[in-house]
């Protein structure tokens, strides 16, 4: 039996279909917005492609009927929390009633089957620092309708399991990076550093406040941890998912400098400062390290120099 994965196209979804490959797992991918399968572009040939979106329950029900999953990875989102201001009722359809509509089509088609819902670590917050690293335990209380949206999907997945018994699994991650990343801090430097290096941009970065401190796990090492979760937790419990190392963004851009090809003046623009920034997020993986043995293993250079290498190979 496959194993599918919603929001294929996506940046998470692209290398967890590429690892279930790797595992030797028959995939299916869904995918909303074809635009993206670029992500996709080395595995389109190994793997089952279907257009869906989540918010149509009857797509959805069509391809749980067709292929009948051994396990479901839940990545469809609309996942920026900025986007979820403008546009916050897409945000919560896409977000809440796609998932009712996968553990509602799963329960006709797939009854027995594991399914992953991809939280958030924005469920959680404004975190103080002394609550710092924060724990599955901590209250729930987001800033943003894509918070609001991601602690939906995490308590549908924990009230499917308490009332009809499904294998749901609630995996609250954090900040992901890697090769194909768009629209974070991290790579919206690295892009921009590129950009000069072709001489599409002056040589002089604008940035905003280099001081906060931010968990990132490589993308690689996320879809790694998503698996074993699957195959090592316990359904209906909550599990963050970070590395357990944490970066001040400065020392981020210092690595990305380091590695540039060429000089890079570095300005700070108050025009960049937001109104409020969390000064530390991160999260305590205590839990999923002690459950399913998993750590994060590529440090954080080799992720900057792999985002930096891939996008000077693409045009943007």
């Known amino acids: 039996m496959p194993q599918l994965v919603t929001g294929s196209e996506g940046f998470i979804g692209c290398f967890l279909a590429e690892h279930l490959l790797d595992l030797g797992r028959e995939v299916v991918c869904t995918y909303h917005n074809a635009s993206e399968l670029w992500r996709l572009e080395g595995v389109r040939d190994r793997v089952t492609l ?16 067709r292929h009948r999953p051994s396990a479901v990875y839940h990545m469809a989102a609309k996942s920026l929390p900025a986007f979820s201001w403008e546009h916050p009722v897409l945000s919560l359809e896409t977000n809440v009633l796609g998932t009712v509509n996968v553990m509602e089509a799963m329960g006709r088609h797939s009854p027995d089957a594991d399914v992953l819902v991809a939280c958030s670590s924005a469920e959680y917050g404004m975190v103080a620092e002394e609550d710092v690293p924060t724990t599955e335990d901590h209250p729930l209380l987001p800033l943003h309708p894509y918070g609001v949206s991601k602690v939906a999907q995490d308590l549908l997945a924990y009230q499917y399991h308490l009332n009809f018994g499904t294998r749901a699994f609630r995996a609250r991650i954090y900040n992901t990076t890697g090769p194909r990343k768009e629209h974070d801090v991290l790579s919206d430097f690295v892009q921009r550093v590129v950009a000069i290096e072709r001489g599409d941009a002056p040589a002089r970065l604008r940035v905003g406040n280099l001081e906060p401190r931010r968990d990132f ?26 590395s357990g190392r944490v970066y001040r963004v400065s020392d981020l851009l210092d690595i990305i400098l380091d590695l540039a090809k060429v000089e890079v003046e570095v300005v700070q623009d108050k025009g960049l400062m937001r109104p409020s920034d969390e ?38």
């Open 217 to 242: 796990t490589d993308v690689r090492d996320l879809v790694r941890a998503l698996t074993l979760l699957v195959e090592r937790g316990r359904p209906g419990k909550a599990y963050n998912i970070a």
């Open 50 to 65: 279907e257009p869906m979106d989540v918010r149509d329950a009857d797509a959805v029900d069509g391809v749980m009927g």
């Open 279 to 316: 000064p530390v997020i991160a999260g305590s993986n205590a839990r999923l390290v002690e459950e399913t043995g998993w750590l994060a293993e590529i440090p954080i250079e080799t992720s900057i120099a792999d985002m930096l290498e891939f996008w000077r190979s693409r045009p943007f």
